[in-house]
């Protein structure tokens, strides 16, 4: 149901804006996060949008940095990486969960492959 894309490499200070493909039959009111898992480190709660309450949150690690927005007519949801750091180089994957972004940081419902993040000079 759910496919991220965009990765690649970039350069400190650099941007770069991941996708994340929802199928037709994901309903919209869900929630959609954003999460990370950089190589030997425990999975991280990027951010979390819920458009059914309005509300968009984040990592403090990332806050002011990173954007999450949708756009349902295109069936996406996009995470926009700004000021990027090496500290952000991970595997970078989307979720879903039918209770929206309440306690996403625990985890959601549904989860898709992820797309490698470097940030290298």
């Known amino acids: 149901q759910l496919q991220a894309s965009g990765g690649g490499t970039v350069q400190p200070g650099g941007s770069l804006r991941l996708s994340c493909t929802l199928s037709e039959s994901t309903p919209t009111d869900y929630g959609f996060g954003w999460f990370r898992q950089a190589p030997g480190k425990e999975r991280e709660a990027v951010g979390c949008i819920s458009d059914s309450d309005d509300r968009t949150y984040y990592a403090d690690s990332v806050k002011g940095r990173f954007i999450i927005s949708s756009d349902f007519a295109r069936n996406t949801v996009y995470l926009q990486m700004n000021s990027l750091k090496p500290e952000d180089t991970a595997v970078y994957y989307c979720?879903?969960?039918?209770?929206?972004?309440?306690?996403?940081?625990?985890?959601?419902?549904?989860w898709g492959k992820g797309t490698l993040v470097t940030v290298s000079s």
């Open positions: 979720a879903a969960d039918r209770f929206r972004c309440i306690d996403y940081t625990n985890g959601m419902d549904y």
